[in-house]
């Protein structure tokens, strides 16, 4: 299983509008619908990744504790669905059922591209003024080193800025399956 490290965004950097289908719903939804929010976190993630399916049942439970909490969540699937039809929109809004917050779908890939998104899962945590304030690691569990699925990491993170405090410049980047780009597509950065 081949491991892609995230391209750890600069911290700061303002978050990328978007706005994009949720297949689950038909509805379009976008990053002003979150303009309330005290912080908004968006996952880049897809159905099929096996680092994904390792988290899916921890990362459901911490979209509801921090559903109560406020925190605003988005999950992106960008991935190339002609050559992965697993990720298709019609199994994202299958799996949307598991998570308790929207499940959009990137057919351009330009949302993932802008957030310089390189692995599946990428998380990317905003403070209310939507600078970031987190790119990392949901924490240090992956499918075959026996660390207990916690959520550790982002937690802390979503603690910090949740709680008017500073997060932690120590991040440790998220590790999964590379963004399955189109042919031509693939981002300078990635490369």
Known sequence: MAQTPSTMLPLGTPAPDFRLPEPATGKTVSLSDF???????????????PFVKHIRTELARFGRDYQAKRLAMVA????????????????IAEEAQT????????????????????CTPDFFLFDAARKLVYRGQF???????????????LRAA???VLA???????????????????AGNEPDYYR
Not at 139 to 153: I, L, M, Q, Y
Not at 170 to 178: A, D
């Open 35 to 49: 303009q309330d929010a005290p912080a908004l976190l968006v996952m880049v993630i897809c159905n099929h990744c």
């Open 76 to 91: 992106i699937s960008a991935n190339d669905v002609a050559n992965h039809p697993d990720d298709s929109p019609a199994k």
């Open 99 to 118: 998570y308790p917050f929207p499940y959009l779908y990137d057919e351009s890939q330009a949302v993932a591209q802008a957030y310089r998104a390189a």
């Open 139 to 153: 924490d240090g569990s992956r499918p075959s080193n026996n660390v207990p699925v916690t959520g550790t990491d």
């Open 158 to 160: 979503a603690d910090a």
């Open 164 to 182: 008017g405090q500073p997060v932690s410049p120590e991040q440790k980047p998220s590790i999964g399956c590379n963004i399955k780009w189109k």
